[in-house]
């Protein structure tokens, strides 16, 4: 069974940055893709930045701001999503999904808020 647990969120208003962490009980380079996702309140789930073996994806509203870092920041443990240069609408619940073997695992989410 794979734990998965963010942390991170929190108040900060537009403009500001925020660095989310995901960390699991197995070995970050075990997992075959480690996505965050984000609902905010009244909306659905949606993927803001997915990285795998070997690519990095972010979807249109965030490239440019978010960065998941391949190397050198990660702990055996710990992947980030760095967030800059917030906006209200990146408001909502940040959720951590791996990939391990054929199975999916998902946080608790960590609440971000930006005010304006």
């Known amino acids: 069974q794979v734990q998965v647990e963010e942390s991170g969120g929190g108040l900060v208003q537009a403009g500001g940055s925020l660095t989310l962490s995901c960390r699991t009980n197995v070995l970050i380079s075990s997992l075959n893709v480690m996505t965050w996702y984000r609902q905010a309140p009244g909306k659905e789930r949606e993927s803001v930045a997915t990285?795998?073996?070997?690519?990095?994806?972010?979807a249109d509203s965030v490239k440019g701001r978010f960065t998941i870092p391949r190397d050198g920041a990660n702990t055996r443990n710990t992947r980030y999503l760095q967030m800059n240069s917030l906006k209200p609408e990146d408001t909502g619940v940040y959720y951590c999904?791996?990939?391990?073997?054929?199975?999916?695992?998902w946080g608790q989410g960590t609440q971000v808020t930006v005010s304006s």
């Open positions: 990285i795998g073996r070997g690519y990095t994806e972010y």
């Open positions: 999904k791996v990939t391990y073997g054929f199975r999916e695992y």
